[in-house]
């Protein structure tokens, strides 16, 4: 299954608002499964029943912060890990320094593993999802130059599908 996304004008320097528009690719979010249509997803011609797995996520959820919280790192086999990351104000001396009021947007950080990440990135197709400009969202290239009255087809021929994708790689 192909991944969506929309084009998006932004500028190339989003704090100078006299610096030049660009043309960028963002994905388009479906609707996320709700746990237990994920666990029978997931658990589809496996000896697991979905409500086994639906159990050891909810005592991975509550096992995760309280390791993260005694400062250890915690590894997901096959996914990756979860680590802790903070922000802290700067002290003028180490005497100073007072954790509870310097210390602050504690927050939990999932790395993905080398293999993980290959495989969505190998794996990732792009469909064209359409154009959005000014607010107003366009479901296909086609719609948005037909509105504009611009001239223009998508890569590939007008389908809307292109694979690959330049810009950003948000996998890294």
Known sequence: MAIKYS???KRTSPSNPDSEKKWYASPQSAASLTGKAMTRAATKNTTTAPIEMEAA???LGEFVPDQLLQGHTVT?????????SFKSKGADTVQDFNAQEMIYDVRPVFVP?????????D???????GVRQNGVSYRTRAD????TGQEGSAPGGGSGSSEGGGGEDPMG
Do not use: C, H, N, W
Not at 113 to 121: G, L, Q
Not at 123 to 129: M, R, V
Not at 144 to 147: K, V
């Open 144 to 147: 948005y130059y037909q509105a």
């Open 113 to 121: 593993s080398a293999e993980f990440r290959k495989r969505v990135k």
């Open 76 to 84: 997901i086999p096959g996914l990756g890990y979860f680590r802790l």
């Open 123 to 129: 794996g990732a197709k792009f469909e064209d999802g």
């Open 7 to 9: 084009l998006v004008e």
């Open 57 to 59: 996520l909810e005592l």
